[in-house]
């Protein structure tokens, strides 16, 4: 169960549809000039392409930091209690 909102902690739930994740994306679209918010992994592809163009080299690390940088706030949540 998801520590910030108790729904199913999937993959997709944790990376794109937890209210974390929400607010991590919209802050990165925003940056971007956009409200459009990826709620998956093939939207990110998608957007990322669309919002980034000829920037191929960041695809895939853009979003392992974005993944990486939820999952130690997570795993903050959970093991140390930080809210
Ligand atoms: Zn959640």
Redesign the pocket.
């Known amino acids: 169960m ?1 520590l ?2 108790h ?1 199913d902690e999937t993959l997709v ?1 944790l990376f794109f549809d ?3 994740a929400k607010c991590v994306w919209g802050c990165i679209a925003y940056t971007l000039g956009t409200d459009f918010v990826p709620q998956s992994l093939w939207q990110y592809f998608v957007w990322v392409r669309r919002f980034l163009p000829g920037l191929k080299t960041i695809f895939v690390e853009g979003l392992g930091a974005v993944c990486w940088a939820i999952w130690k706030t997570r795993n903050a949540v959970c093991f140390k209690k930080k809210v």
């Open positions: 998801c910030c909102c729904k739930h937890c209210t974390v």
